[in-house]
C-alpha cells in the first residue's frame, strides 16, 4: 500500500512507466531514470497522513523527458540569442572605446614630441574627447603656449641683453685703438671714458647674473606681501 501508485488519467506509456516506477525505484527523491527507449527526469515526493512524521498515503511524482528542454525551446532560445548579442555588442563596444582611446593617445605623443623639440606653433590633429585623456591634451596645449610665450621672451632678451653689451665693448675698443694709434694725446681723459664704460658693462653683467639666479633659486625672490606705503618710502 505504501507504495502503491495512482495511475488513473495517464496515457498507456505513461501509465507503464509509473508502475515501472512503483516496481522497481519507488524511493522519493530525483534521479535520471531509462525506460525503454527514452531517458526520464523524475523526481518523487511522499504524501503524509499526519506530516512530518505519519503514515505514508502515496506519492507525488513528477516526470518529463528533458528532450522538451532543448535549445528549440522558446525560453531556452531567447536566453543564449540574447547572451551572444550582448557578448558581441560588449565586444562591439569595447573595439569602438579602445580604438578611439589608441587614436587619441597616438595624436597625444604626436603632441608631447613637437613640444619636446620646440616646436610649439605646429598645426598637429585636435583631439576631441572629453575624458582624462581630453584634459591631458588641453594642459599640453596650455603648457606649450606657456612655452612658446618664454621663448619668446627669451629671445627678445638674449637680443636687447647683446646688444647693450655690444655698446660699451663697441666704446672700450675704439678707445683703446685711439690710444694705440696716437690719436688720443689726453690718456687720462681717455682712461676715465674706458673705465665709464667698464663700469657700465659690470652693471649690465651683474644684472645678467642677478636675473638668471632669479629664474634658478626660488629663495632669491621675497613673495611675501608687502604695504605699498613701505616700498614707496624705499623708493
Excluded: C, W
Excluded at 143 to 153: K, N, P, T
Excluded at 180 to 209: A, M, N, P, W, Y
Aim: zero cysteines.
Amino acid at each position: 500500500p505504501n507504495t502503491g501508485m495512482n495511475v488513473d488519467h495517464l496515457s498507456s506509456s505513461a501509465e507503464d512507466f509509473v508502475e515501472y516506477l512503483a516496481k522497481h525505484d519507488p524511493s522519493p527523491g530525483s534521479r535520471v531514470m531509462r525506460y525503454g527507449d527514452t531517458v526520464y527526469v523524475v523526481a518523487i515526493e511522499p504524501v503524509y497522513r499526519q506530516f512530518p512524521s505519519g503514515e505514508i498515503s502515496g506519492y507525488v511524482v513528477l516526470f518529463t523527458a528533458p528532450t522538451s528542454y532543448g535549445v528549440q525551446n522558446s525560453l531556452l532560445t531567447l536566453y543564449f540569442f540574447s547572451l551572444v548579442t550582448a557578448s558581441l555588442l560588449a565586444v562591439a563596444i569595447s573595439l569602438l572605446i579602445s580604438t578611439t582611446l589608441t587614436k587619441n593617445l597616438k595624436r597625444l605623443k604626436v603632441r608631447a614630441d613637437l613640444v619636446a623639440n620646440r616646436q610649439f606653433e605646429a598645426v598637429y590633429p585636435p583631439i576631441e574627447s572629453n575624458d582624462e585623456v581630453g584634459d591631458l591634451a588641453h594642459s599640453i596645449d596650455l603648457m606649450a603656449h606657456s612655452l612658446s610665450e618664454y621663448d619668446a621672451r627669451q629671445k627678445t632678451f638674449l637680443q636687447n641683453a647683446s646688444h647693450e653689451l655690444r655698446t660699451p665693448l663697441m666704446s672700450i675698443r675704439g678707445y683703446v685703438e685711439g690710444m694705440k694709434d696716437g690719436v688720443f694725446t689726453d690718456t687720462e681723459e681717455v682712461s676715465d671714458h674706458v673705465l665709464e664704460q667698464v663700469s657700465r658693462l659690470e652693471k649690465l653683467t651683474g644684472e645678467l647674473i642677478y636675473l638668471s639666479k632669479i629664474e634658478t633659486a626660488d629663495e632669491v625672490i621675497d613673495n611675501s606681501p608687502r604695504a605699498v606705503t613701505d616700498l614707496v618710502g624705499e623708493a
